[in-house]
């Protein structure tokens, strides 16, 4: 049975601070930025707040390479503005969740520089260092990023450290227990600072196998991909239940794991009544269309029955083990309306299908910045005005297989992850309302018509979508079917239609979407006549027969 948690109700939102809300007119956003707007998410229906990295950091990997985990970025603001937002958003009933990035840190950070003072001295068993041998490397793993994971460390050409991430990256080495302790403090000094928990990032990288481990070679640069690892690694379970009960547990901290594994005991043993983490992300539809080779041979859109498949495999495994996280989009990810819609169907009738399906899911919601108005990738002219690190790679990768320079321009814009980077866009003024300087990364030029102040003041925009669905969920007479109620397929085999039961012990919902641009008829169970949410102004009923536009979606009781 599933233990009832403080959190289950809330609903949650995924703020990039770079990018959301700048108040001193450098470019950038700030935290005061975040506290300004606390009342506007506030209004939307939010309750946890979950902020990007905000730590010093020289943005090799905009903040996941992280200098001082104890210290705020000048360019976010002070230690006083952070404990400001603690204050405001408690007053308002709110949470603040950090990101927790303790698979590296970067190599601008005190331990690694000590380590590079002296490799064999404390701080050089905070890391992976091996000395050269034959000047071949370790093994031949590559890393996410792209290359070897393995760079000369600096000063000493006899020596290699390893970054799975970028090179700016250096691994954490977990297996030295007085690294674990340094971490756990860190955790602990957040926790008591008054921050509800954190986003895990990364995680099931800290547990490696033999270092020396090779694999055999899965493309022309004799390397291999960096996840074959996360199969042969054994003993992450103890390392996580140790952060659990060194930290977490402790406070009552709300935590939520960035996992990715295809375990069989995957959500038992993450998010179960005893599992490491209060939750996860469901990344299936994330994954759907996915190509080991490389952007350029991934599906560029995801809809119709393989999104339904990918959710409704997650709901169905998942039962009532835990509680998933669900997302449309992240900072990682293109813009979820540009990917789980088709290219010509970016209308906001579809944009509200989507949400309502996705929402009405059992587990957490969580809204990333922008996604409640709606806005799309964005069109790039050159590789040159892309920030992204691994977007840069991916490009080089697709030009290596034989594409031209405008072809993979494409194929990279679409997936890149400056899409889901772009200054929010609060109204039509010049810079889109985000900055009174100039925009660290480009703007989406549709701010024009793609804005939170037109949404907020006209009532049937999205942003008032997004605004019911969450009030729906925490109606006292829905809100439990919602939340804990059993997550049931109805005509799973209709092709294009994503419909399910949500059954309670206080009523019963039926979700009804119509995943597709064609009409269809859908054939209604007696007794759900109540339209609790319609995105479509028809409602076309035949006896038991609906007839639904495309991408038409109801809620009904």
Known sequence: MLKKQWWHGKAAYQIYPKSFYDTNGDGIGDLRGVIRKLD????????????????????????????????????????????????????????IVMDLVVNHCSDEHEWFRKACEDPDGPYGKYFYIEDVKDGKLPNNWRSYFGGPVWD???????????????????D???????????????????????????????????????????YPADREDGL??????????????????????????????????????????????????????????????TMAGKSEDGWY?????????????????????????GFISNIIENHDEPRGVSHYLPESCNSESAKKMLAAVN?????????????????????????????????????????????????????????????????????????????????????????????AAEQIERPDSLYHWYKDLLSLRKSPVYGETIVYGEFVPYLEEQTNLMAFYRNGESGSLLVVANYQPEPQDVELPDGYRKVLMNNMENFLLEGNTLHMDGFQVVILG
Request: with cysteine; proline share 4%; charged share 25%.
């Open 40 to 95: 506007y998410l506030k209004d939307l229906g939010i309750d946890i707040i979950w902020l990007s990295p905000i730590y010093c950091s020289p943005l090799a990997d905009q903040g996941y390479d992280i200098s001082d985990y104890q210290n705020i970025d000048p360019r976010f603001g002070t230690m006083e503005d952070m404990e400001e937002l603690l204050r405001e958003a408690k007053s308002r009933d709110m949470y």
């Open 152 to 170: 000369k460390l600096p000063g000493h050409e006899d020596k290699y450290y390893l970054h799975v991430f970028h090179k700016k990256q250096p």
């Open 172 to 214: 954490l080495n977990w297996e030295n227990p007085a690294l674990r302790q340094e971490v756990y403090r860190m955790i602990n000094w957040w926790l008591e600072k008054g921050i509800a928990g954190f986003r895990i990032d990364a995680i099931v990288n800290i547990k490696k196998p033999d270092i020396h481990t090779c």
């Open 224 to 285: 291999t991909s960096v996840q074959n690892m996360l199969h042969d690694a054994s003993g992450l379970d103890d390392f996580l239940h140790e952060m659990k009960i060194e930290t977490f547990e402790k406070h009552q901290a709300f935590t939520v794991g960035e996992v990715f594994s295809d375990r069989e005991d995957a959500l038992n043993a993450f998010i179960g009544n005893d599992g490491h983490f209060s939750s996860m992300f469901d990344f299936s539809e």
């Open 297 to 321: 041979a991934c599906q560029t859109s995801v809809w119709g029955d393989t999104y339904k498949k990918c959710a409704f495999d997650t709901q169905k495994r998942l039962g009532d083990i």
């Open 359 to 451: 929402v009405m899911l059992r587990g957490l919601p969580f809204i990333y910045q922008g996604q409640e108005i709606g806005m799309t990738n964005v069109s790039f002219s050159s590789i040159d005005e892309i920030d992204d690190c691994t977007t840069r790679h991916e490009y080089d990768q697709a030009i290596a297989r034989g594409l031209s320079e405008e072809e993979a321009l494409h194929v990279v814009s679409h997936f890149t992850r400056d899409n889901a980077r772009t200054p929010f866009q609060w109204n039509d003024s010049p810079q889109a309302g985000f900055t009174t300087g100039t925009p660290w990364l480009k703007l989406n030029p549709n701010y024009t018509t793609i804005n």
